[in-house]
């Protein structure tokens, strides 16, 4: 028996289920892609499919919506896959866990998928439900957004005839997103030397912090386990006089890390111990709201040697010496980020550690100079940044037909006016509306909270009222 089974609306959560038992990390989504190419081909409908395993499927207009204007709606197939450390899942091999508390859903261990796998499933059952009035329907269902919209920034536009275009990957209902930041990843790298030094190696471990959205959460302020595991080290150095093996932490540029580790050799054990108890009282001070935070220090063998003095000094250096967090805020329009960065992702490789920043402003010129700052201090620790996957940011559009069409209907269903506003998130609109010129774009959808983390839950019932609400917007684009 299926888990969601029984659940309203019945063919969202069918769908919404079969998309959870196909792994869709970004990178392996050719699975998916290909199985929603059978879903329209079953049915007889206009598709296409790109190298990138991006999907168009396109559906007429049912009777008497024939002379009414084509609407797009779009979400991205890939998730991010994130899991807590107990869990022994392969995500890039097996189907997710599901369960579902109250009206909550959530994946046993692992992030949910709901963003976005709630646009596909929405658009599955539009497409399989030939009772829904609606006009000429061009459903794109791209991926790589969770790595850098690489999806919408190559897919071929040229199948769509509509001007009008419903985003639903935001995870907030009742509001209707109108604009976005654009943003660019950096990625830094240190090179290091090693050398044989005595001591006892230890390996550390850091879990249990919040994490979350590095766009749509980074004004709650959480902590960055990266982050803080260099402040760890950085005191272990200086205090105890340890040296970095290796060090790690984070699964992708655009989440705020949760979790983060180190091998470390230090000349003397007792006082690493006590510099190590220190720290860790010291962080769950100020960690106040991280109830779940937990560090270990450990004994155990390394085959390989320590970075050298000056290595782990460079190394160092820009881990904790780089800006992190909302640099500005938005003037005019309270709780909105205008420019911020967030340290995603450390890596050790053979002769450099790789830091990965996810860059994000409305501003484009802020985003330029925060990269400019990443490079201007890297540069003197004879290391170099690179920049990966800029996408463009989605300006408010004053007026907008389509937005008004869906704050009359969410009225008329709630009885409650919707919330206009822009995100310091990316959303694939702003590559879709340099690409189609003139387009009416929203971006709209249910509760998803602790998105990009092992929390994340999907809440039934915002999901079944989202439903209604696209469901009636189709159904008064009647011309």
Same mark, same amino acid.
């Given at each position: 028996?299926?888990?969601?089974?029984?659940?309203?609306?019945?063919?969202?959560?069918?769908?919404?289920?079969?998309?959870?038992?196909?792994?869709?990390?970004?990178?392996?989504?050719?699975?998916?892609?290909?199985?929603?190419?059978?879903?329209?081909?079953?049915?007889?409908?206009?598709?296409?499919?790109?190298?990138?395993?991006?999907?168009?499927?396109?559906?007429?207009?049912?009777?008497?919506?024939?002379?009414?204007?084509?609407?797009?709606?779009?979400?991205?197939?890939?998730?991010?896959?994130?899991?807590?450390?107990?869990?022994?899942?392969?995500?890039?091999?097996?189907?997710?866990?599901?369960?579902?508390?109250?009206?909550?859903?959530?994946?046993?261990?692992?992030?949910?998928?709901?963003?976005?796998?709630?646009?596909?499933?929405?658009?599955?059952?539009?497409?399989?439900?030939?009772?829904?009035?609606?006009?000429?329907?061009?459903?794109?269902?791209?991926?790589?957004?969770?790595?850098?919209?690489?999806?919408?920034?190559?897919?071929?536009?040229?199948?769509?005839?509509?001007? #009008?275009?419903?985003?639903?990957?935001? %995870? &907030?209902? =009742?509001?209707?997103? @109108?604009?976005?930041? !654009? *943003? /660019?990843?950096?990625?830094?790298?240190?090179?290091?030397?090693?050398?044989?030094?005595?001591?006892?190696?230890?390996?550390?471990?850091?879990?249990?912090?919040?994490?979350?959205?590095?766009?749509?959460?980074?004004?709650?302020?959480?902590?960055?386990?990266?982050?803080?595991?260099? #402040?760890?080290?950085?005191?272990?150095? %200086? &205090?105890? =006089?340890?040296?970095? @093996?290796?060090?790690? !932490? *984070? /699964?992708?540029?655009?989440?705020?890390?949760?979790?983060?580790?180190?091998?470390?050799?230090?000349?003397?054990?007792?006082?690493?111990?006590?510099?190590?108890?220190?720290?860790?009282?010291?962080?769950?001070?100020?960690?106040?709201?991280?109830?779940?935070?937990?560090?270990?220090?450990?004994?155990?063998?390394?085959?390989?040697?320590?970075?050298?003095?000056?290595?782990?000094?460079?190394?160092?250096?820009?881990?904790?010496?780089?800006?992190?967090?909302?640099?500005?805020?938005?003037?005019?329009?309270?709780?909105?980020?205008?420019?911020?960065?967030?340290?995603?992702?450390?890596?050790?490789?053979?002769?450099?550690?790789?830091?990965?920043?996810?860059?994000?402003?409305?501003?484009?010129?802020?985003?330029?100079?925060?990269?400019?700052?990443?490079?201007?201090?890297?540069?003197?620790?004879?290391?170099?940044?690179?920049?990966?996957?800029?996408?463009?940011?989605?300006?408010?559009?004053?007026?907008?037909?389509?937005?008004?069409?869906?704050?009359?209907?969410?009225?008329?269903?709630?009885?409650?006016?919707?919330?206009?506003?822009?995100?310091?998130?990316?959303?694939?609109?702003?590559?879709?509306?340099?690409?189609?010129?003139?387009?009416?774009?929203?971006?709209?959808?249910?509760?998803?909270?602790?998105?990009?983390?092992?929390?994340?839950?999907?809440?039934?019932?915002?999901?079944?009222?989202?439903?209604?609400?696209?469901?009636?917007?189709?159904?008064?684009?009647?011309?």
């Amino acid at each position: 028996m299926a888990v969601l089974e029984g659940l309203k609306p019945e063919k969202v959560f069918q769908y919404f289920e079969a998309i959870c038992q196909i792994p869709h990390g970004s990178g392996n989504t050719k699975a998916l892609s290909d199985w929603l190419v059978d879903f329209a081909k079953a049915r007889n409908l206009e598709h296409y499919q790109d190298e990138l395993n991006n999907v168009i499927i396109i559906k007429e207009a049912s009777a008497g919506y024939e002379a009414s204007a084509p609407v797009i709606l779009q979400g991205h197939i890939d998730m991010v896959c994130n899991q807590v450390e107990t869990c022994t899942k392969d995500m890039a091999a097996e189907g997710l866990d599901l369960v579902v508390d109250g009206d909550l859903i959530y994946a046993e261990g692992t992030t949910l998928g709901g963003d976005d796998g709630v646009a596909a499933a929405f658009m599955l059952a539009i497409l399989d439900d030939d009772a829904l009035p609606h006009p000429r329907v061009e459903m794109v269902f791209t991926t790589e957004e969770e790595t850098g919209l690489y999806g919408a920034e190559a897919i071929d536009v040229s199948p769509l005839q509509g001007k #009008r275009f419903i985003n639903i990957d935001s %995870e &907030d209902e =009742g509001i209707v997103t @109108v604009g976005c930041a !654009g *943003g /660019v990843t950096g990625i830094g790298a240190v090179p290091f030397t090693r050398e044989a030094y005595e001591g006892q190696a230890f390996e550390i471990k850091l879990s249990g912090l919040r994490g979350g959205h590095s766009g749509t959460e980074i004004i709650l302020g959480q902590e960055n386990a990266v982050r803080t595991l260099g #402040r760890l080290l950085y005191e272990l150095q %200086e &205090d105890a =006089g340890t040296r970095i @093996v290796t060090l790690q !932490g *984070g /699964v992708a540029d655009n989440v705020i890390p949760t979790s983060a580790s180190a091998v470390i050799v230090a000349p003397t054990a007792d006082k690493a111990r006590e510099v190590f108890e220190s720290c860790k009282a010291t962080f769950a001070h100020e960690f106040k709201v991280d109830t779940d935070f937990d560090m270990t220090l450990a004994e155990t063998d390394s085959a390989l040697d320590p970075m050298d003095e000056d290595s782990c000094q460079r190394v160092l250096a820009y881990l904790i010496g780089t800006p992190n967090g909302i640099e500005k805020m938005t003037i005019g329009i309270d709780g909105l980020p205008q420019t911020s960065l967030s340290l995603g992702v450390l890596r050790t490789f053979d002769s450099e550690v790789e830091y990965t920043f996810c860059i994000r402003s409305s501003v484009d010129s802020e985003c330029e100079m925060l990269a400019r700052r990443l490079e201007c201090q890297i540069k003197p620790l004879g290391g170099t940044l690179r920049r990966e996957g800029p996408y463009p940011g989605w300006e408010y559009a004053p007026v907008s037909p389509l937005r008004d069409l869906i704050c009359k209907v969410y009225k008329e269903q709630t009885g409650k006016d919707m919330v206009i506003e822009a995100i310091h998130a990316g959303l694939e609109c702003g590559y879709f509306s340099g690409k189609i010129p003139g387009l009416d774009c929203v971006s709209i959808g249910p509760d998803v909270n602790d998105v990009h983390t092992p929390m994340e839950k999907l809440s039934i019932s915002s999901t079944r009222r989202t439903w209604e609400l696209v469901v009636e917007v189709l159904k008064q684009m009647k011309a």
